[in-house]
């Protein structure tokens, strides 16, 4: 089994419409979640943490469920900015601080 | 804004060849790390670095790789004598503290091994 499992898209969005996606990992002790962006060839960039009482930044929402281990990102209002592949992240905590475990990502296109 | 800079965007080399990946990260962080993305394939760890000395390393950071932090900015990543496998995209990293500390990535450095 993977450690972090992505659906790969893509997702197809108008404009405007809302998206969401998850991720599930298989490591129980993992400690640290996050959501990073991708644009094609580039860098991954930070979109947000995830914490186990879910958080918000704007229009995006991130909620993590221990139980069934799995993170899951919502998108609303989409605009044509957020097109880009969303990398769910997962670092194992103790015996590997800073390992940062990748998804494949999920592909997201938001259309006019 | 404070961002991790890399050097070179591109490098093309002859396999067997040595190259050398640099990287400047941002000035108070701590923990560097390395990480490489074949074409199409997910973003793989390779190696963290504290206190100048390796914490962690994955199996594909083999006898071929090391790093270094040559003086106070740089830190470096070498290959000995490239394969054509090694032909990535190689991002550096770092953060102020370990385990949970957000992560920033550099631009990197498009590698291709001819």
């Known amino acids: 089994r993977k450690e972090v499992e992505q659906d790969p898209g893509p997702f197809n969005v108008p404009e405007g419409a809302t998206v969401a996606f998850n991720c599930t990992y298989s490591?129980?002790?993992?400690?640290?979640f996050f959501w990073y962006r991708q644009d094609c060839r580039k860098e991954p960039k930070l979109l947000m943490s995830?914490?186990?009482s879910g958080n918000e930044d704007g229009r995006f929402t991130a909620q993590l469920n221990r139980a069934s281990q799995y993170i899951s990102l919502l998108i609303r209002d989409s605009k044509l900015s957020d097109s880009a592949t969303y990398l769910c992240?997962?670092?194992?905590?103790?015996?590997?601080?800073?390992?940062?475990?990748f998804g494949a990502g999920t592909q997201v296109v938001v259309t006019p | 804004e404070p961002e991790v800079t890399q050097t070179p965007s591109h490098q093309v080399t002859q396999m067997g060849q040595e190259v050398i990946l640099r990287c400047v990260p941002i000035?108070?962080?701590?923990?560097f790390y390395w990480y490489r993305q074949i074409l199409g394939q997910k973003v793989e760890f390779l190696v963290s670095?504290?206190?100048?000395?390796?914490?962690?390393k994955s199996e594909i950071f083999d006898d071929q790789f090391s790093v270094e932090r040559p003086d106070g900015s740089n830190f470096t990543l070498k290959i000995r004598s490239t394969k054509l496998e090694d032909s990535a995209m190689y991002f550096c990293?770092?953060?102020?503290?370990?385990?949970?500390?957000?992560?920033?990535f550099g631009p990197g450095t498009r590698l291709l091994v001819l």
């Open positions: 990293a770092s953060s102020e503290r370990t385990g949970g500390g957000t992560q920033y």
């Open positions: 490591n129980s002790a993992s400690q640290s």
């Open positions: 995830v914490y186990s």
């Open positions: 992240v997962v670092n194992r905590g103790v015996g590997s601080w800073g390992k940062l475990q």
């Open positions: 000035s108070n962080h701590l923990y």
């Open positions: 670095f504290y206190n100048n000395e390796i914490s962690e």
